[in-house]
């Protein structure tokens, strides 16, 4: 039939497939690298190469750059994939002395290692199907080497001239072997093809991960004795009796990642430390093997500090970069962390779609805030709260008397702040059990805060952490519960912004009227009548003007209004942050009343009914609402405003 979408699948792939396979002799492999040099760009150039061609940008003016490259997977890490790039990957691309090291990211548990090095070699695959990654080897060859290995080291210096290219390494053992009995010396026949780099196919990307000591076996790094061919050969020493497929091995050209690092015994670590120092492998008979790869290693910073801490460990320290990779610290951010991991959670765990169920607004953010409370530091600074901290690092222009030129400042006073706390994979697997015990089609903040809270006991250690936590579950509770309210008030109004505008031009009138001691007009009768102060007074008085200061405060919003309008804008309800918050405060409080009333009526008469039908409908349509977690929220707010 052929109309089945597999079949399809399976066809898109193969001609994909062909796209890249290019095969030829040497000497068609040096009209490629003529074309296009960096063909045989080492490991690390490669990567880099790799991240640069995804683009990037400043962030604001803040001097933070953000790679593209990560900007789908990782969030609120920009200036450690800032450090990781610009210090080390971009030097080790330039062939300094830098590459020799192992690369090792540090950090807390579920702090996203193992995705961004997952994202790393995922990303190295795609780059070699692409034109700028193609990359290309000898063909048979067990490490797919590069094939400018053939040239002599006599000639390499004359072919730098004519070609700009770096030869660095020697044929392996294999392709030595072949040369000679094979292809009769003749370099410039010497099959060549182009290469996919694919883990599953064990073709430069690699891993590596300690188990038992006893079970494993250097051999898993560096290739085994093949005894079966050993029996046919003979030789140790014959390069057909050898496997050379150790995870260093396979991933020569690209990257291996090694997880969890420290774990590992010293013999492990003395392979990695050569092919990191040196570009060589030692195999047990042969001359040491060449090969070029950057080795991405993580640990978690109790293996760090007790590693680093020792002095016998000295020549291995110096051999490695690390960067250290925090929980990270802004709201916004953690936010897209949940909403990435939910959107894959269909792909993990078809009993636990999350992708099916509502997830009420806010919800996401106040599981968020908890976490972010756990990691934050509190301020030497007297004065300013954790909550305020929070809000500073997310970015808010001005929290109290604070503002965004303190945050370095903040961010200065602990070095290891994001080292501790909750991971996002705790607070997942809370949100997810919220959905199952519930059983339901809509979980929101309240279920969550719940499912945090009893999912504490497994996460503390001690009955005074625990209080700590419940704390900071309080913290955040509370924080949703202003939110709740607004939301709730803001959906009573008909149409909120309309309102507020004309709350604020009916403002802005009296104001100009008192400052130019002049009369409006009354808007019914027309009349010239003296500056409504009470109204004025009733939105000042919601952030603390004294009668002392309305009159400074006034002219204040006089000389914005004038400097918008110089600049040919015209004065909204959002130009002045604080206006803007005296009129909502206001707007509010002259519904408040209504509000609860008509939430909390447990009667409640057809007028309420219909009242209450409209905001649903409105949270529905207007905000991301679903009737369950409307009418929740109503509730909610309802008891809230009745305390
Ligand atoms: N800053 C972050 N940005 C995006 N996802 C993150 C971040 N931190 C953690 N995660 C997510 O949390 C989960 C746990 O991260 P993981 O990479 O396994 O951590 P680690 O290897 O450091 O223990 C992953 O699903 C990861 O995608
Ligand atoms: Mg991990
Ligand atoms: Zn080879
Ligand atoms: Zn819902």
Not at 116 to 134: M, N, Q, V
Not at 205 to 223: C, I, N, W
Not at 303 to 320: H, L, P, Q, T
């Amino acid at each position: 039939m052929g109309s089945w979408d597999i079949l399809k699948q399976i066809d898109d792939q193969r001609s994909t497939t062909e796209k890249y396979s290019w095969e030829g002799t040497f000497s068609d492999y040096l009209d490629v690298v003529h074309k296009n040099p960096r063909v045989a760009d080492l490991a690390h150039a490669r990567l880099y190469d790799m991240i640069i061609a995804a683009g990037s940008e400043e962030i604001g003016d803040t001097g933070v750059r953000r790679y593209n490259f990560f900007a789908q997977e990782m969030f609120g890490l920009e200036h450690v994939l800032q450090h990781l790039v610009e210090e080390y990957l971009s030097p080790a691309a330039r062939r300094l002395d830098i590459r020799k090291r192992i690369l090792m990211l540090v950090g807390p548990v579920g702090g996203g290692k193992s995705t961004l090095a997952t994202l790393i070699k995922r990303g190295l695959e795609r780059y070699s199907r692409t034109d700028e990654g193609a990359i290309y080897a000898i063909r048979g060859c067990p490490m797919h080497e590069e094939p400018l290995h053939l040239v002599p080291e006599e000639l390499r210096a004359n072919f730098k001239k004519e070609f700009g290219v770096y030869i660095e390494g020697d044929l392996c053992p294999v392709c030595r072997y072949k040369l000679a009995h094979e292809w009769g010396n003749k370099i410039d026949a010497v099959p060549v093809k182009r290469i996919v780099l694919s883990e599953r196919q064990r073709v430069g990307v690699g891993t590596f991960k300690p188990a038992d000591p006893k079970s494993q076996d250097v051999a898993e790094l560096t290739g085994s004795v093949n005894i079966q061919a050993l029996t046919e050969y003979g030789l140790e020493s014959d390069p057909r009796a050898y496997n050379f497929d150790g995870e260093l091995n396979i991933a020569n050209r690209g990257v291996m990642e090694f997880i969890e690092m420290l774990k590992a015994e010293k013999r492990f670590l003395y392979e990695l430390n050569t092919v990191a120092g040196e570009q060589t492998i030692k195999a047990s008979r042969f001359a040491l093997i060449y090969a070029d790869l950057a080795v991405l290693a993580h640990t978690n910073e109790y293996e760090y500090n007790s590693y680093f801490g020792n002095k016998e460990n000295e020549a291995m320290i110096d051999r490695i970069f690390v960067v250290r990779v925090p929980y990270n610290l802004k709201l916004h951010e953690e936010v897209k962390i949940y909403d990435k991991l939910i959107g894959q959670s269909q792909l993990s765990d078809d009993r636990l779609d999350l992708t099916k169920v509502h997830i009420a607004p806010n919800t996401l953010r106040v599981a968020s805030m908890f976490a972010l409370l756990t990691r934050i530091k509190p301020s030497k600074k007297s004065g300013l709260s954790l909550m305020a901290k929070l809000k500073l690092y997310d970015g808010e222009r001005q929290v109290g008397d604070w503002d965004q030129k303190h945050v370095k400042e903040l961010q200065d006073e602990y070095s290891d702040e994001g080292m501790h706390g909750i991971s996002p994979r705790f607070v997942i697997n809370r949100i997810s059990s919220a959905l199952v015990r519930n059983g339901r089609s809509c979980v929101n903040a309240i279920d969550v805060l719940r499912s945090l809270r009893d999912g504490l006991q497994e996460y503390t250690n001690s009955d005074e952490d625990h209080k700590k936590m419940l704390g900071l579950i309080d913290e955040t509770r509370k924080d949703y519960d202003e939110l709740a309210k607004k939301e709730v008030q803001r959906a009573f109004v008909y149409s909120y912004e309309e309102s507020a505008k004309t709350l604020l031009d009916n403002y802005l009138d009296n104001v100009d009227a008192f400052c130019n001691r002049v009369k409006v007009k009354d808007p019914i009768t027309a009349e010239d009548v003296e500056p409504d102060e009470r109204l004025m007074r009733s939105i000042e008085e919601q952030i603390g003007v004294s009668e002392n200061a309305k009159r400074e405060f006034r002219e204040g919003i006089m000389r914005s209004v004038a400097s918008v309008s110089r600049r040919g804008g015209s004065f909204g309800v959002g130009s002045d942050e604080r206006l803007k918050e005296a009129l909502e405060k206001k707007l509010f409080t002259d519904l408040k009343d209504i509000v609860k009333i008509t939430t909390s009526s447990k009667t409640p008469d057809a007028e309420q009914l219909k009242r209450i039908n409209e905001v649903v409908e409105r949270l529905v349509d207007k905000h991301g609402y679903c009737t369950v977690c409307a009418n929740e929220l109503l509730k909610y707010v309802g008891t809230l405003l009745n305390r």
